[in-house]
């Protein structure tokens, strides 16, 4: 059973950072990429992040470049996002989702599974 477990959300102030994990089971990283979405309030679904299975393709969003880095760690089967000087617009839930195949891209429709969301408040 495929399975996408985030965690690591919660409330931060303005400037600074949070780690977000995505633990998979069911299948392996080596056949899925992996990508972060979020969602904000009355707004589509964003791509944020990706990581190709082979892990020798990372996508990052314009917005959140240079401030936000995803990786792997294989042994744990859990993908990280890795966010630093959160802002106020980084506010939502985030999202990681599996797409089986070697490319990764930021359109929400190319994946598979998803996990439940985790809430990440950026706020004073």
């Known amino acids: 059973q495929v399975q996408l477990v985030e965690s690591g959300g919660g409330l931060v102030q303005p400037g600074g950072s949070l780690r977000l994990s995505c633990k998979v089971s069911?299948?392996?990283?080596?056949?899925?990429?992996i990508g972060w979405f979020r969602q904000a309030p009355g707004k589509a679904r964003e791509g944020v992040s990706c990581?190709?299975?082979?892990?020798?393709?990372?996508v990052d969003a314009d917005s959140t470049k240079g401030r936000f880095t995803i990786s792997r760690d294989m042994a744990k089967s859990t993908v990280y996002l890795q966010m630093e000087s959160l802002n106020p617009e980084d506010t939502a839930v985030y999202y990681c989702?599996?797409?089986?195949?070697?490319?990764?891209?930021?359109?929400?429709?190319?994946?598979?599974?998803w996990g439940q969301g985790t809430q990440v408040t950026v706020s004073s």
């Open positions: 989702a599996a797409e089986r195949g070697f490319m990764c891209g930021l359109g929400f429709w190319e994946y598979d599974y």
């Open positions: 069911g299948f392996s990283l080596d056949d899925y990429a």
């Open positions: 990581i190709s299975s082979r892990a020798d393709i990372i």
